[in-house]
Structure formats: C-alpha cells, structure tokens
C-alpha cells in the first residue's frame, strides 16, 4: 500500500471503544475508584471481525462507539470519523455492515432512544436464570471500611448484602431452555471474540450448553428506593460431553471478566462457584478446560491449588510421604491414592498431576539432593509421556537435553504460581 493510502488505516482496536452505561442516578452513587466501571474500554482483539491485520481503511480521525445498556447489553452504535475516503478505486471499509454480522439487530443509533432504554432496563432488568451464588464487597474506602480487604469492614467481621456500604455480586445459572436468555446470550457473546484469542460463537442447536453470568447488584440511593439494579460483569460457558460409562466430563469453553473488573477477584468468585457446582453434580466425573489462555490458567492453578489444601491434602499422610515408592507407600498405592484424591474432586489428570507437582515442591526441601533427584526424576517422567509423540523422534541426548529445558521453564513456571497464590 503507498503511503498516501496508509494515512487512511486505522487500528480497529483503538477505532473501536466499547462502554457499559448505567442511568445517570445510578452512576452518581459510584465512588471514584468505582467510576472504571462506567469508563469507555477497547477490545482486545479484533480480527475476528475487521481481519487478521485489525486494520479499518478509508477514514481518518475514526472513532466507533459501541455501549451496551450495563445489565440488559441493549446496545447503541455511533461512528463518527473526520474525513473519509471516496474513491472508486479504492472503496473505504464498510464498518456498520461489518459489525451487523455479529451483534443483534435491534440495536439502536439515536442516543435519545439509548438514554430512554437505559433508564427503563435499569429499574426493571432481572437476571435470567437461578441464582446460584452471591458475594459482597465493600463499595469503597469509607469510615466504616477502611479498605480492609475483601468482603469485610474495618474490626475484620464479614460485610453482609443489607449493610450500607456493602455491593452484592450474584450468579445465574442458565440454558437454552431459560426463558428470554437465548437472546440475551446473542447481546453478550460479542465479548468472547472481543476478549479470547481464537474465541468463536457457541452454536445455538446444540441444546445442552450451560452458562453462569456475573452480576453487580446495587440498591438505588434513595431512602425510599426498593429497586435493585443489576450490571453484567462477565460469564462462563460449558458443554457436558458423556464419560464412560455413565456419566458426563463438563469442558469449560469461554470464561470472561470485562475489563473494567478485571483484577479484582471476580474471576476467581466466577470459577470457584462453577467449580462447587460441579463437585455437587454426582452425574459430572470431571470439570476440563478447552485450550486454556494463559491468564485463566494461572487462575484456574490458584483457585484450585487453594481448593486442594484449604481440604487438607497438604496434611494427608500419604501426600507428605513424598514422591515414588517408600518403605511406607507402594507405587500401586500411591496411585490408587492419587486417583481417589482426583476422582473426589473431580479435576482432569493432567491438571491433578501438575496440582500435585506444585504442591511437592512447595513442600520440598531444596537442599536435600536425594529428594530433589526424586522430585525431577518424577516431574520429567510425566512430562516425557505427555510429549511421548515428540520425544520418541529425538535421538537420546536430543531427549535429555529437550526434557531438561522443559523441567527448568516448568519449575520456574510453578514457583511463579506458587509465590502468586500463597504470598
């Protein structure tokens, strides 16, 4: 492309600014740490719908608002730009027809008609689904909180959802089969290409899909206000796939947490109250994870490794025996005991496997050699059959030498994890 057709790209991921609006009575009550989560944000990703290149061509000065009516995600959709080029030759990117592809159709371009839609759906927007679970924060540092951590005031006691400075946070649970989510679902599915990378939309004929959707619940301010409103924060998807003989393995499919409350420990409330469900769903053999991006499988490391010892198994005889074979432990036992220890809570055997890896060395004396021989020796056989395909290609100390440097950015990947979760 000349130069001069170059000035006429823009960058889809800055052009394109998406913003959770709330009525403007609702939004006056926010503290000012809390105004993030009306602020506009960009997408992470763009490519699945302007191209591999996330480049927009044809216009200058481009900017393309989409905002989403905070708890329904009722949307609005304005682009404006500067100038923009007309030439035969080469035509401008048609931006609207391209977006139409993946958002619903009733959206909206009057913004007197969006402020209208937002001050309706704020005061009569419910969740869609069973509630499943529920948590509270405090709103923000204030007298009574002091900024004394998560969920509880200053003397340390449990903030409670009636409490004045208290925000609740709750979970649905739903199917197809809810009433009204099938198309709420088509409003909120746009985040997961905006947000994972390789994301891609569910298939609406495939029946037994089963999500979990995250909300900030908030009493209206006034003394007299008996009226609750609710905010999307994020949500998770699952499909159950039959497990041999009777039974189902429920994959985790899309997991996202909107950036404006990100890093604020929703992701993890969002993952544990899926996996308690499971652990209490006797038909469900075990939770997987399809293709995990690397940031939900840190979480997902650090919520189950709490999971694990907050249930004892640091504690357990058999665990603190150590690795292999003992005076005190067979291998067949040590085996049958993992597989127990697994199978009761239900986690894939390479998660488990690497669970249990993370905690022996958190557990390991680094200066006993006799121990960390056993340690390494045990973490490269597992990582030698996993890799089986690809190591069995290798001459011997091609083998040796590729199994040593995995060994190292493993174990320099658990004490990363290690030193996240317990310090």
Known sequence: MSEDLAEWLSDSNEALSLQLVRDPEDEDVLYAQEKRAIEPFHPTFTYPIFGEREKIFGYKGLDIQLQFASGSLRQFLSITYDSKLNSPATPSDEIEGTLYKFIPPDYTKSEMDFSKLVEKDSSEFKPLGEKIGSYVRPAAPSSKSKGKGKGKVSNGEELKE?????????????????PGFREYH????????????????????????????????????????????????GYVSVYPFWCY????????????ILPPYQNQGHGSKLYSTLFSQMLSRPEVAELTVEDP??????????????????NGILDDPKFSIGIGPSDELSRSERVKWESEIRKKYKIAQRQ???????????????KDEKELK??????????????Y??????????????LAKTYESVVEDYERILEMTFH
Do not use: C
Request: glycine fraction near 2%; aromatic fraction near 14%.
């Open 293 to 310: 991006a690397e940031g939900f499988e840190d979480l997902r490391d650090r919520n189950d490794l709490i999971f694990l010892v907050s």
């Open 162 to 178: 009636d409490d004045e400075n208290a925000v609740v946070f709750e979970m649905y649970k739903a199917t197809w089969n809810t």
């Open 374 to 387: 056993k340690y390494r020796l045990h973490v490269k056989a597992r990582l030698y059959r996993f890799n």
């Open 389 to 402: 395909e690809m190591l069995s290609q290798m001459t011997l100390e091609e083998r040796k030498e590729a």
């Open 352 to 366: 488990f496997d690497r669970l249990l890896e993370m905690l022996l060395l958190k557990q390991l004396d680094l």
């Open 186 to 233: 088509r409003r909120m599915q746009l985040f997961i290409l905006l947000f994972i990378e390789g994301g891609s939309y569910v298939h609406e004929d495939e029946d037994s899909w089963e999500f979990i959707t995250l909300y900030e619940k908030r009493k209206r301010p006034a003394a007299d206000s008996d009226i609750w409103t609710y905010h999307f924060v």
């Open 245 to 256: 003989p009777d039974q189902v393995r429920l994959r985790l499919s899309q997991f996202v």
